[in-house]
């Protein structure tokens, strides 16, 4: 969490200002440990009760399919047309980080975060899979048939066009915003600031931490199971004494994971800059 005009918590909190700071990363102990204890508790409870767990996952992921779909739906493009009203309206000149502020990376940078953080493994993967398994697979149309393709492809398009951008949008530009022109910790707590005030350095500011936690690293665990069965399956094609089974994957796991690790603990500035100058 970065230097801001009200300190870390923990300063906020003891009435002085400083930088968190635990074995020399920059975490918040609270929201690191118990958001690390509740997604450890996930991985073992579904690694004892491996049954049971995907049955009550299977019963929950239809349920949601069955009777959220519409809200998912219509939040996407709620949001989709918010960021571009947002965009062309009165607030679409505001600059983040102030006037003055100046971009600290290039443009080819930034179109490289986006894809790599934003869509990565996932339109890899998705981008292939998702209409081909909609077209054999779909109740919404008779499947193999034209209409069956015409709407694998409009939830192909739903899922992987401008409406997941709209999303990361609008994610983006709250924290970016609350962060460099507010100056406000750079985490999701603070961009409940106008609706709870001083509060977010508080319990519940930790609450609304710890739930952007879990769910974002439960997100990525999905995308990198499913990347890393690809990946798998590539160097099983590849190289014939690579056979495709779960220790492979969990080898792979372990490097993407290690690789990721690096980079967070290197920093994202070195990573960029260093992919710019070469």
Do not use: C
């Amino acid at each position: 969490m970065p230097d801001n005009a009200h300190g870390s918590v923990d300063a906020q909190e003891n009435g002085q200002p400083g930088r968190e700071s635990w074995l020399k990363l920059d975490v918040h102990p609270w929201v690191f440990f118990t958001s690390a204890a509740i997604i450890l508790l996930f991985v073992v409870l579904t690694i004892i009760f491996e049954n049971t767990v995907d049955n009550l996952f299977h019963k929950l992921q239809g349920w949601v399919s069955t009777y959220t779909g519409w809200f998912f739906v219509s939040t996407m493009n709620i949001i989709l047309i918010y960021v571009v009203i947002l965009a062309v309206g009165r607030f679409g000149g505001i600059r983040v980080g102030g006037e003055g502020a100046k971009p600290e990376f290039s443009t080819m940078a930034w179109f490289a975060m986006p894809f790599s953080a934003g869509m990565g493994i996932g339109l890899l993967f998705y981008g292939v899979a998702e209409p081909m398994f909609h077209f054999v697979a779909r109740p919404m149309a008779e499947p193999g048939t034209v209409e069956a393709a015409r709407v694998a492809m409009d939830f192909t398009f739903l899922h992987w066009g401008l409406h997941p951008w709209g999303i990361y949008a609008l994610v983006g530009l709250a924290l970016a915003f609350f962060a460099f022109n507010k100056g406000l910790p750079l985490s999701i707590r603070a961009v409940f600031h106008p609706l709870i005030g001083d509060r977010i350095y508080g319990p519940v500011g930790n609450i609304i931490d710890i739930m952007a936690t879990v769910a974002t690293m439960f997100g990525v665990a999905t995308s990198l199971g499913f990347g890393v069965q690809q990946v798998n399956a590539g160097l099983s094609h590849l190289f014939d004494f690579i056979p495709q089974t779960t220790g492979i994957q969990l080898v792979l796991i372990a490097g993407i994971a290690g690789l990721a690790t690096w980079s967070v603990v290197r920093g994202l500035d070195a990573g960029l800059h260093a992919g710019s100058a070469s």
